[in-house]
């Protein structure tokens, strides 16, 4: 077992080397070598996955060394899914190996319908839908929930996490399940992350939706049929609302980021996230102070990333628009703070009192529509 143990330790050395220049000078046996051990080390995943006691030494072994742990015991079932984009991407590797690469990608040796088969072949398909999705650069903004490139990024995560859940132990908590989730997400631009991850939730959110309309006898009764795969879902979910709420900055900024109709959508289908969101609203609004001068609430620092007085009205407005139990318990919150602070009904007074009377405005203006 000891020697098991070295070869997987040679993991991460491998998969830096096929990322290096070092490849340059590969030739298709050393490629054909380097493949060789990624399904070797596909084939130890698959013999070990479900002694536990195993499980757990492979992974603390393979993190050994690490400047940080992205890699984990599940990336053994991926190995060849991993070295071959490695190489995919590496512009050194040269062409005869590079044609023998993709060679072997789409004809795999041995088992020509078998799941590695299939794997193999998805990944050659993804990359190149990759590169033609790819458009040029804009400046960040909070993204369109259709932007394709996004739908697909958060498919591939939703997908890895179905299927990463589905070997983790059911102790601990979910950031702590997954700690290659947030070194995915921070390497890639902040805006971004956020993206993924707001379009993630709202998959998810469609898939249960979908479920809960169609799992129905002719009585109308629930079945259970799809029980385990709602169970699934919210742990799925509940790994990425694990890393967005981890640190306050991070979900300050996603709130931030985001329009306030998709976070409301957010919050509505997920009550860990409604709560949070509200205490952010409520801190936000406390740094207002009215401006006699100006006739209006302005921001107690403007160089600071809050919210307006009109923005922080929207965002409130929005809550207001969606489910009846949020719209009520952000109502609630408004009532309450008012009464806080001195229960007035004039305005200009209490930003809670103008805060309150804004949004019931704007919710009545919206029904004469």
């Not at 590695?116 to 990759?130: G, I, N, Q, V």
């Amino acid at each position: 077992m000891e020697a098991v143990l070295e070869q997987v330790e040679q993991l991460p050395a491998l998969l830096a080397v096929s990322r290096s220049a070092l490849v340059r000078d590969w030739d298709s046996l050393t490629l054909d070598r380097a493949l060789e051990w990624a399904r070797y080390f596909q084939h130890l995943h698959d013999r070990f996955r479900t002694r536990s006691r195993l499980r757990e030494a492979l992974g603390r072994r393979l993190r050994r060394g690490q400047p940080s742990p992205l890699l984990g015991f599940p990336h053994l079932g991926r190995c060849p899914q991993l070295l071959g984009l490695a190489l995919l991407e590496n512009r050194a590797l040269p062409p005869a190996a590079c044609r023998r690469l993709l060679h072997s990608l789409l004809q795999p040796v041995g088992a020509a319908a078998g799941p590695e088969s299939r794997d193999l072949a998805l990944l050659a398909r993804r990359k190149a839908a990759s590169c033609l999705m790819g458009l040029p650069r804009h400046p960040p903004r909070a993204p369109s929930a259709m932007e394709p490139q996004l739908q697909a990024e958060a498919q591939l995560l939703v997908t890895r996490l179905r299927e990463e859940g589905q070997e983790v132990e059911p102790a601990g908590g979910a950031a702590g399940q997954l700690p290659w989730l947030a070194g995915v997400l921070e390497q890639l631009p902040q805006s971004r992350a956020f993206g993924v991850v707001a379009a993630a939730l709202l998959l998810l959110r469609q898939g249960s939706v979908a479920e809960q309309a169609g799992d129905r006898d002719q009585d109308g009764n629930r079945l259970d049929t799809n029980q385990a795969s709602a169970t699934g879902e919210e742990c799925v979910a509940g790994y990425l609302l694990s890393w967005l709420l981890e640190k306050p900055g991070r979900f300050s900024a996603f709130c931030l980021f985001l329009p306030g109709s998709l976070l409301a959508s957010l919050a509505g289908h997920y009550s860990q996230l409604s709560r949070p969101y509200l205490d952010l609203l409520t801190s936000w609004g406390s740094h207002l102070f009215y401006d006699p001068f100006q006739g209006q609430w302005v921001k107690s620092c403007p160089d600071k990333a809050e919210l307006s007085w009109e923005e922080l009205r929207e965002r409130f407005s929005c809550l207001c628009q969606g489910s009846v139990l949020l719209r009520g318990q952000t109502q609630a919150a408004l009532k309450l703070l008012k009464a806080q602070d001195g229960d007035f009904n004039v305005r200009g007074l209490s930003v809670w009192t103008d805060l309150l009377m804004g949004v019931e405005e704007y919710l009545r203006k919206e029904a004469e529509c």
